[in-house]
T-cell receptor, first 115, second 116 residues
């Protein structure tokens, strides 16, 4: 009965470092979403997977951001050459099926601070 | 481009008061609207989901309404308690455009404080 888990919960990176953020969705969930939430803002969509297929990456802010879900379960969001503006909470969500009626279940997020 | 606005940004009320949180969206072409709760350091918890064909949904002390034509939703919390203190986020699910996905578009949230 575990929910969506994310690791690490906190990450401090020096500007220019590469980081990798992990998301473990609820077992069996087909759809997986990544959102970015800056301080005092609402979450903003980054990318969406259906199983292992990345169907929408329109929200990725630059080519420094890359996401994968190679086996259709665990997903990794990678940020290359981090910048201070990348500091935010990165939220992962999953839903059981593809469908507009499906509820998205959110993880606790990874708080990234780039110094 | 769909934009979601929440008013007020912050609200502080005494325990026991009834309160209303407001959400507006610019494009009425949505499938549904959700209200979420976010506690510090934690993820989002879905409170209520209203389909575009519905007018309202209720869960316990919470009631959410939707007026799609005017682009507005309200979340009504009855008999507020200190445990209701959190940030409340409104999100809409826009019609899928070609190549799009089932993403949610969020407002910035209303930070609610209920004082004992």
């Amino acid at each position: 009965g575990a929910g969506v888990s994310q690791s690490p919960r906190y990450k401090v990176a020096k500007r220019g470092q590469d980081v990798a953020l992990r998301c473990d969705p609820i077992s069996g969930h087909v759809s997986l979403f990544w959102y970015q939430q800056a301080l005092g803002q609402g979450p903003e969509f980054l990318t969406y997977f259906q199983n292992e297929a990345q169907l929408d990456k329109s929200g990725l802010p630059s080519d420094r951001f890359f996401a994968e879900r190679p086996e259709g379960s665990v997903s990794t969001l990678k940020i290359q050459r981090t910048q201070q503006e990348d500091s935010a909470v990165y939220l992962c969500a999953s839903s059981l099926r593809r469908g507009l009626q499906e509820t998205q279940y959110f993880g606790p997020g990874t708080r990234l601070l780039v110094l | 481009k769909q934009e979601v606005t929440q008013i007020p940004a912050a609200l502080s009320v005494p325990e026991g008061e009834n309160l209303v949180l407001n959400c507006s969206f610019t494009d009425s072409a949505i499938y549904n609207l959700q209200w979420f709760r976010q506690d510090p350091g934690k993820g989002l918890t879905s409170l209520l989901l209203i389909q575009s064909s519905q007018r309202e949904q209720t869960s316990g002390r919470l009631n959410a309404s939707l007026d799609k034509s005017s682009g507005r939703s309200t979340l009504y919390i009855a008999a507020s308690q200190p445990g209701d203190s959190a940030t409340y986020l409104c999100a809409v699910r826009p019609f899928i455009t070609q190549g799009g996905s089932e993403k949610l578009v969020f407002g910035k949230g209303t930070k609610l404080t209920v004082n004992p």
